[in-house]
Nanobody, 124 residues
Framework: EVQLQASGGGSVQAGGSLKLSCAASGFTLDDHGIGWFRQAPGKEREGVSCISTSDGSKYYEDSVKGRFTISSDAAKNTVYLQMNNLKPEDTAKYYC?????????????????WGRGTLVTVSS
């Protein structure tokens, strides 16, 4: 059964760091794109970052460039999101999602499989 499990969220002060994990089961990531999305109360779902586990290409939303880094570990069938210099506006529930495509995007409607998400809270 296809499943994605996001973990690693928590509470941190502005300027701090967190590392999120997205563990996949029921399929292998090597022919998928994996995206990280977030949604804050009262706001639309927003694409944060995505990676092609086929060719390693990576994409970032402008507001997180230089602060967040996406990576993958094929042996663990897991994708990570290292988040540095966190800001209060990063506060949201973060979701990982998968799409069977060599060309992932930051458009949430293009993704097929979703985890339940993990909450990130950044205080000033």
């Amino acid at each position: 059964e296809v499943q994605l499990q996001a973990s690693g969220g928590g509470s941190v002060q502005a300027g701090g760091s967190l590392k999120l994990s997205c563990a996949a089961s029921g399929f292998t990531l090597d022919d998928h794109g994996i995206g990280w999305f977030r949604q804050a109360p009262g706001k639309e779902r927003e694409g944060v970052s995505c990676i092609s586990t086929s060719d390693g290409s990576k994409y970032y939303e402008d507001s997180v460039k230089g602060r967040f880094t996406i990576s993958s570990d094929a042996a663990k069938n897991t994708v990570y999101l290292q988040m540095n210099n966190l800001k209060p506006e990063d506060t949201a529930k973060y979701y990982c999602a998968a799409v069977r495509s060599y060309y992932p995007s930051l458009n949430f409607w293009e993704y097929d499989y979703w985890g339940r998400g993990t909450l990130v809270t950044v205080s000033s």
